[in-house]
T-cell receptor
Framework: AQRVTQPEKLLSVFKGAPVELKCNYS??????LFWYVQYSRQRLQLLLR??SRESIKGFTADLNKGETSFHLKKPFAQEEDSAMYYC???????????FGKGTTLSVSS | ETGVTQTPRHLVMGMTNKKSLKCEQH?????MYWYKQSAKKPLELMFV???????ENNSVPSRFSPECPNSSHLFLHLHTLQPEDSALYLC?????????????????FGSGTRLTVV
């Protein structure tokens, strides 16, 4: 069955340090993968999706089919990156997204 | 407010009450979703509507009853809830492909309704 695993509940880094938020998945076939972000007191919003190969706010994510991973990376963290990050992929029917438990990123100066 | 609007923002109800949550979008999307977000749990898919037709009911108890009168509005009718139903209920919308799959476009979420059952 399809599954999204975000092994870290909390990731704390200092401003300017590199960031890697981990996401592993289980899926039959070639999935589309997404990262969503929720800043404090804001709604959940799309950060990036692998099919567009974008870099949003300095974040990138590469799909590694061999390791079934879609880790989110940023070379230099900023305080405004502090938020909750969710990895997501479609359910097997392709009708909706399923989400990981989320990782809280805390960036301090 | 643009995007996806959910009302009310907060709701406290007794176990014998009947209430409804409302979700509205004017983004031209034709797929809408209800998710439940509880503490320490991932977002749980509840219902999916595609072109006003329910395409998924993720084994949700019958005390939750969805309604989608048109592509812009989605309701979640609540009755005889339990305290464990207390959670943040999120609505989302997206473009729907005619084949019935919607996931390629990503979602726009509402701010959610914080429900407390007492």
């Amino acid at each position: 069955a399809q599954r999204v695993t975000q092994p870290e509940k909390l990731l704390s880094v200092f401003k300017g340090a590199p960031v890697e938020l981990k996401c592993n998945y289980s899926y039959s076939g070639s999935p589309e993968l997404f990262w969503y972000v929720q800043y404090s007191r804001q709604r959940l919003q799309l950060l990036l999706r692998h099919i567009s190969r974008e870099s949003i706010k300095g974040f990138t994510a590469d799909l590694n089919k061999g390791e079934t991973s879609f880790h989110l990376k940023k070379p230099f963290a900023q305080e405004e990156d502090s938020a909750m990050y969710y990895c997501a992929l479609p359910n097997q029917a392709g009708t909706a997204l399923i989400f990981g438990k989320g990782t809280t990123l805390s960036v301090s100066s | 407010e643009t995007g996806v609007t959910q009302t009310p923002r907060h709701l406290v109800m007794g176990m014998t009450n009947k209430k409804s949550l409302k979700c509205e979008q004017h983004l031209g999307h034709n797929a809408m979703y209800w998710y439940k977000q509880s503490a320490k749990k991932p977002l749980e898919l509840m219902f999916v509507y595609n072109f006003k037709e329910q395409t998924e009911n993720n084994s949700v108890p019958s005390r939750f009853s969805p309604e989608c009168p048109n592509s812009s509005h989605l309701f979640l009718h609540l009755h005889t809830l339990q305290p464990e139903d207390s959670a943040l209920y999120l609505c989302a919308s997206s473009h729907a492909l005619t084949t019935g799959t919607q996931t390629s476009y990503g979602y726009t979420f509402g701010s959610g309704t914080r429900l407390t059952v007492v």
